[in-house]
């Protein structure tokens, strides 16, 4: 366990000379704090179940409250990374310096032996997810629907192209879109996202995400690029619209996901402007039919096959809020025109969907546990490892992280 007085001095790194000494925790609520383990400990009530927020490929997250009455959420993040403090403390300061009203604000961190965790303001009104799918609720009005596209996408396109270096979310979906009392939309989980220097046009790393969500050339490649969020972001604009999950477990809508279940219907809705078979049939019709048109644009462009055919974070944010006409948003063409007549390779997803079914089958079976920094989610939220390239493994790992067996199989 690591004192205060640990963590304000010098210490050496895994390599190279001793690090700068950590900020102390004054007063405890300050940004970018260094918190102690025991500091932690206590504002969590001893990270009690009572306090679980929720859970994710990363870890646990508790609410706790700091001396000062600070509300704050403790994100633990699973230990086995080999992430050591120099690189976790670099990525805290990038992360540190990112202000934005559509991203959850980081209030600081705690390195204690092998632990790593992350502090972030709490956002009491629950998720996108919750307020979406939750059996028994309100139906969220399409105003407010249309308030959380544009809130999240500001937040993304910040990320992406005002940040620097760049970030890349990696885990873009509707848990991870928070919500205020007023239902404002702010983006969670992008802490130690990855960091995309101006000078490479993709980052080659293990594939993490959510099934329905992943984009299909990262889940393949494991290049990642800010294409890789823009698909996940069209998936949530889906939801948005249809009201239903990327996968639904059931089947009582889909024999697949989401994403391509609507790729037709996106077509003939944005061809012929007939949206009732796409629209959340909750909605009763109540909702503006241009307001409508550009939130179904965004997705059908997000969710092309091609990467570098789906726009920009910010064209989409100018898109939504009708600065920009859809022609634009689908390279000139009328809405509908650009996925009626694009090439075959662009909309087809036929090798997608055969990749991620596999993935899928295989992965459903094995257990929850898995490598934190490189995994997916299944729609249950149980975590699996995944590497790319010419095949996939799974690493099953029991309660404690003990590895059992690895399974391979190419794609």
Request: one cysteine or more; aromatic letters at 8%; hydrophobic letters at 35%.
């Amino acid at each position: 366990m690591m004192s205060s007085s640990d963590m304000s001095s010098s210490y050496s790194g895994p390599h190279g000379p001793p690090l700068p000494p950590l900020s102390p925790a004054l007063g405890l609520g300050f940004n970018k704090s260094a918190f102690t383990l025991e500091e932690l400990t206590a504002c969590t009530n001893g990270f009690s179940q009572v306090n679980l927020l929720g859970q994710g490929g990363f870890g646990y997250v508790h609410k706790g409250v700091l001396p000062n009455g600070k509300e704050v959420a403790v994100k633990q993040l699973k230990s086995g990374s080999g992430q050591g403090e120099r690189e976790f403390q670099a990525e805290v300061d990038t992360i540190s310096r990112v202000h934005h009203r559509h991203l959850v604000s980081l209030v600081g961190y705690c390195i204690a032996g092998s632990q790593r965790m992350l502090v972030y303001d709490f956002v009491p009104n629950k998720t996108l997810e919750y307020h979406l799918h939750e059996k028994g609720l309100l139906v969220m009005e399409w105003s407010t629907r249309l308030k959380i596209a544009l809130g999240s996408a500001k937040g993304l396109a910040y990320l992406h192209e005002d940040c620097h270096p760049r970030i890349i979310h990696r885990d873009i979906k509707s848990s991870n879109i928070l919500l205020d009392y007023k239902f404002e939309a702010l983006v969670a989980d992008f802490g130690l996202a990855k960091l995309s220097s101006d000078n490479y046009t993709h980052i080659s790393t293990r594939v993490m995400g959510t099934f329905g969500y992943l984009a299909p050339e990262y889940a393949s490649s494991g290049k990642l690029t800010e294409k890789s969020d823009v698909f996940s972001y069209g998936v949530v604009l889906l939801e948005l619209i249809t009201g239903r999950r990327p996968v639904d477990n059931n089947h009582t809508f889909m024999d697949d996901s989401l994403v391509d279940w609507a790729r037709p219907i996106l077509s003939r809705a944005l061809a012929d402007g007939d949206y009732d078979q796409l629209v959340d049939p909750r909605l009763n019709g109540n909702y503006d039919p241009m307001e409508m048109a550009r939130m179904i644009a965004c997705a059908a462009a997000s969710v092309r096959h091609s990467a570098k055919k789906r726009p920009k974070m910010s064209q989409i944010v100018r898109a939504l809020e009708g600065d920009v006409s859809l022609e634009d948003l689908n390279e000139g063409m009328r809405p509908g025109q650009s996925m009626l007549f694009s090439s075959a390779s662009d909309y087809d997803s036929g090798s997608y969907n055969a990749k991620m079914k596999r993935i899928r089958k295989m992965a459903l079976p094995s257990l929850e546990y898995g490598d934190e920094y490189g995994g997916i989610m299944d729609e249950y939220g149980h975590h699996h490892s995944i590497s790319s390239s010419d095949g996939i493994f799974f690493d099953e790992l029991n309660p404690i992280g003990n590895q059992k067996h690895r399974t391979y199989s190419p794609l």
